[in-house]
């Protein structure tokens, strides 16, 4: 039995419309698989980590050899840097004049103040070609200034914890006040050993901060010798950094050692246009001093690191950050670093 030429016409247009709907299928797949491998193919650092780095520092001038209960005495921060380079912080600072015994120190003195606030803020490590020699952090920093810091509570039980007299003149602290800051900082990185082993560098850097607890701007440098000094990008110190620490800094491929160690000399220069420890309250009546418009501070230290932690010490000394102080200042700190 033949089949009409209609008939012919009409399968073959069937069969067309079948491999047009397969070929279809095949194109969806083919796509979908490719869209797969390219996605497991893609760079591990495009992918959002959830590693933490903590990080606690404490400066204190118990911590220098000339151990004088003065001036900027106490810092303590925490820093928490996550794996898509947001960072937070918590902040106190606490600041005494020579004079802790009297009730009434001298108006030529650094009045008593204190300092509470939190951090948020973006950090980054710039590829220029590259090259990862560049790294740059904002910082927004909102708290308080004055008894609501919590500088006469921490200081005297601390003072009462290792059995030495209060200070006595913490109600002629500075009035409280909000603190309100953005600062900014960069930092570059130069390798100096010409051996290509990275045994030594030199870090400079640049901070601005503009605010009420400080508006000044900050230019430092700092000199490293020691093994796998790309781990880090140099101490960073209370008052003057920003909580950015990567985090790329604690991690390791399995081809290299976990295990790194540096000593370091820093300095920088600090041109102050205000300061609530020396210039008292923004807005408000309070003690204060004349401040030295421009203040330098030299310090050295060192830094191990062993697997996902690192411990840092350092001693500082800075010259008159008002115009009446009694001499240079010292302090020190320790800093730990753990990733999590």
């Not at 969806?28 to 959830?50: E, K």
Request: charged letters at 20%; one cysteine or more.
């Amino acid at each position: 039995m033949f089949t009409s030429q209609k008939g012919v016409d009409a399968l073959v247009q069937r069969l067309f419309a079948v491999v047009s709907e397969m070929s279809k299928s095949r194109l969806i797949a083919f796509a979908l698989a490719s869209t797969v491998a390219r996605a497991a193919d893609a760079p591990v650092d495009l992918v959002p980590s959830s590693v933490w780095v903590v990080s606690l520092t404490e400066e204190n001038d118990k911590f220098a050899p000339k151990n004088k209960d003065r001036y900027y005495t106490q810092g303590l921060k925490v820093a928490l840097n996550r794996g898509d380079r947001t960072f937070f912080s918590l902040t106190q600072e606490i600041n005494t004049p020579s004079d802790t015994v009297s009730p009434n120190p001298s108006l030529n003195d650094m009045p008593y103040s204190g300092a509470l606030y939190v951090g948020w803020g973006y950090g980054d490590i710039l590829n220029r070609g590259g090259r990862k020699d560049c790294m740059f952090s904002v910082e927004a920093k909102l708290g308080v200034i004055g008894p609501a810091a919590g500088g006469q509570t921490v200081q005297n039980k601390f003072h009462e914890l290792i059995n030495t007299p209060p200070a006595a003149g913490w109600e002629n602290q500075v009035p409280n006040e909000l603190l309100v800051n953005i600062d900014s900082e960069f930092r570059r990185r130069f390798d100096l050993d010409s051996t290509g082993h990275g045994y030594r560098d030199l870090i400079a850097r640049g901070v601005i901060e503009l605010g009420t607890v400080r508006t000044e701007v900050m230019l430092g440098a700092q000199l490293r010798w020691g093994v796998n000094l790309d781990k880090s990008w140099g101490h960073s110190y209370i008052r003057h950094s920003n909580g950015y620490d990567p985090i790329d800094a604690l991690k390791s491929e399995e081809a290299r050692p976990n295990f790194s160690y540096w000593a370091f000399v820093d300095s920088q220069l600090e041109v102050v246009v205000r300061n609530y420890a020396t210039d008292g309250a923004n807005f408000r009546d309070s003690r204060g001093v004349t401040r030295s418009p421009v203040v330098l501070q030299c310090a050295v230290g060192t830094t191990f690191q062993v697997y996902s932690c690192s411990a840092t010490y350092f001693i500082a000394v800075r010259t008159k950050e008002f115009e009446t102080q009694d001499g240079v200042h010292f302090f020190g700190g320790i800093k730990g670093q753990f990733l999590f």
